[in-house]
């Protein structure tokens, strides 16, 4: 079956910008989560999405936002992009809920550069 | 706040050489997972680790789970270039957290 898809793959942005990025789970996957992975920080938690709604959400300010659709697919939002949010934002798809008990199927990742 | 701390950060060594990756933490883990990503992809889980003491192999990867659940490591036999990539433990049960990684680089 196919796996976790993001659009796009790569984005360039300006400071003060915004953007969206999409991910699109695997089939009958419910829950989606969205991590941030830079060569400082590694990978960090943003937030998880259940059936439409947010259960969990990581040390990240208000800019960075999400949603998640009926079809289960999310999108993830960050506004006034700032220099530092220049990452690789990785979202990983799931049956159940997010935890390292349940298998996390990861995309390929958004690699936004913020100029 | 939950951390996990994975050592060493780097190690490249040459084929057929074994090697030893940890994941430690100063918290109690239901669980850990390791997983591997390889440049341009996201990362694949490997295994995960439940009970305190377990060991599971998956072919030259031994991994095992501390008694007290609150460490891990990754044991590598005879290592192959196609073993290069970034290791990475995770665990928790709501919010999954990340060690920072082993860059591992195996030289033909």
Redesign the interface.
């Known amino acids: 079956k196919a796996g976790v898809t993001q659009t796009p793959r790569y984005l360039i942005k300006t400071r003060g910008q915004q953007v969206t990025l999409s991910c699109s789970p695997i089939s009958g996957h419910r829950s989606v989560s969205w991590y941030q992975q830079t060569p400082g920080q590694g990978l960090q938690f943003l937030f998880e999405y259940f059936s439409e709604t947010q259960r969990n959400k990581g040390n990240f300010p208000g800019r960075f936002s999400g949603r998640q659709f009926s079809n289960s697919r999310s999108e993830m939002n960050v506004s006034t992009l700032e220099l530092g949010d220049s990452a690789l934002y990785l979202c990983a798809s799931s049956l159940m809920r997010g935890s390292s008990y349940n298998e996390q199927f990861f995309g390929p990742g958004t690699r936004l550069t913020v100029l | 706040t939950q951390l996990l701390e994975q050592s060493p950060q780097f190690l490249s060594i040459q084929e057929g050489e074994n090697l030893t990756v940890y994941c430690n933490s100063s918290s109690v883990?239901?669980?850990?997972?390791w997983y591997r990503q390889e440049p341009?992809?996201?990362?694949?889980?490997l295994v995960?680790v439940?009970t305190g003491g377990e060991v599971k192999k998956l072919k030259r990867l031994t991994f095992q789970f501390g008694d007290a659940r609150k460490d891990s490591s990754l044991h590598i036999t005879a290592a192959q270039p196609g073993d290069t990539g970034l290791y990475?433990c995770?665990?928790?049960?709501?919010?999954?957290?990340?060690?920072?990684?082993t860059r591992l680089h195996i030289l033909p």
């Open positions: 883990f239901s669980s850990l997972q341009g992809e996201g990362p694949v889980l995960t439940v990475l995770a665990g928790g049960d709501d919010k999954i957290i990340f060690g920072k990684g």
